[in-house]
C-alpha cells in the first residue's frame, strides 16, 4: 500500500528555535498534502492544505509565519515550527494524497514536537 | 471541508464481543472513510465507502453508509485486544478534504 514517511519521529527543542518536519510520500506522487494538529485526546485539526508549486493554504487562526510549509516537489512538503514556544509542543502529522487516486489520503506516523 | 462526528467518544467492551461506532455528517459526501490510530501514533486508512455504496467489508471491518440519514457505522467483530485505538470517520465531499471529528475510544479488555 502507499506509504508516507514523516520525519522525525519525536524532537525536542529549546524556546526561540526552529523545528522542521518533513513529509515523503515514498510510493506514489501527492500534489496536495496536508497538516494536522493534535492535542491529547483530541481531534486532528487541518492547519493547511499544502499544494506542489504554490503556497499553501491555511485554515482560520493558524499564523502563516509560524507555521512554514514548503511543498517543492511532488514527494515532499516541510513543516517549519519558527521561533518555537511551548505552546506549540504537540502531534503534528502529515497527509498525502495520491495525485492517481484523489479520493484517498495517506498518513505518516506524526512528529511529537516538545518544547522546553 | 466536511466533518465527521463520532458517537460514541468512548467505548469499552470485552475480548470477543463487538463493537459499533457511528458517525454523522452534515451535508453530501462523495466517499466517508474510517482510519485508526494507536496512542501517539499517526493514523492508519481502514476502509474507504463510497456515497453510491452501502455497505462494505473488509476483515472483521463492516461499514455501513445512510446518505439519506448522513449516518455511517463502523462494526468490528469479534474484537481483540489488539483493536484498542482510536477510530475517526472522515466524511469527503467535493475538496477531498479529509477532517475529522473527534473520534471513538476503544478499550478492548482481554
Known amino acids: 500500500g502507499a506509504v508516507v514517511s514523516q520525519h522525525p519521529s519525536r524532537v525536542i527543542c529549546k524556546s526561540g528555535t526552529s523545528v522542521k518536519i518533513e513529509c515523503r510520500s515514498l510510493?506514489?506522487?501527492?500534489?496536495?498534502m496536508f497538516w494536522y494538529r493534535q492535542f491529547p485526546k483530541q481531534s486532528l485539526m487541518l492547519m493547511a492544505t499544502?499544494?506542489?508549486?504554490?503556497?499553501?493554504?491555511?485554515e482560520q487562526g493558524v499564523e502563516k509565519d509560524k507555521f512554514l510549509i514548503n511543498h517543492a516537489s511532488l514527494t515532499l512538503s516541510t513543516l517549519t515550527v519558527t521561533s518555537a514556544h511551548p505552546e506549540d509542543s504537540s502531534f503534528y502529522i502529515c497527509?498525502?494524497?495520491?495525485?492517481?487516486?484523489?479520493?484517498?489520503?495517506?498518513f505518516g506516523q506524526g512528529t511529537r514536537l516538545t518544547v522546553v | 471541508s466536511q466533518q465527521g462526528e463520532e458517537d460514541p467518544q468512548a467505548l469499552s467492551i470485552q475480548e470477543g464481543e463487538n463493537a459499533t461506532m457511528n458517525c454523522s455528517y452534515k451535508?453530501?459526501?462523495?466517499?466517508l472513510q474510517w482510519y485508526r490510530q494507536n496512542s501517539g501514533r499517526g493514523l492508519v486508512h481502514l476502509i474507504l465507502?463510497?456515497?453510491?455504496?452501502r455497505e462494505k467489508h473488509s476483515g472483521r471491518l463492516r461499514v455501513t453508509l445512510d446518505t439519506s440519514k448522513k449516518s455511517s457505522s463502523l462494526l468490528i467483530t469479534a474484537s481483540r485486544a489488539a483493536d484498542t485505538a482510536s477510530y475517526f470517520c472522515?466524511?469527503?465531499?467535493?475538496?477531498?478534504?479529509?477532517?475529522f471529528g473527534r473520534g471513538t475510544s476503544l478499550i478492548v479488555h482481554p
Open positions: 472522515a466524511a469527503l465531499g467535493g475538496s477531498y478534504i479529509p477532517t
Open positions: 497527509s498525502a494524497r495520491d495525485s492517481g487516486r484523489n479520493t484517498e489520503a495517506f
Open positions: 451535508t453530501s459526501i462523495n466517499n
Open positions: 510510493d506514489f506522487q501527492a500534489t496536495t
Open positions: 499544502s499544494n506542489e508549486g504554490s503556497k499553501a493554504t491555511y
Open positions: 465507502i463510497r456515497s453510491n455504496e
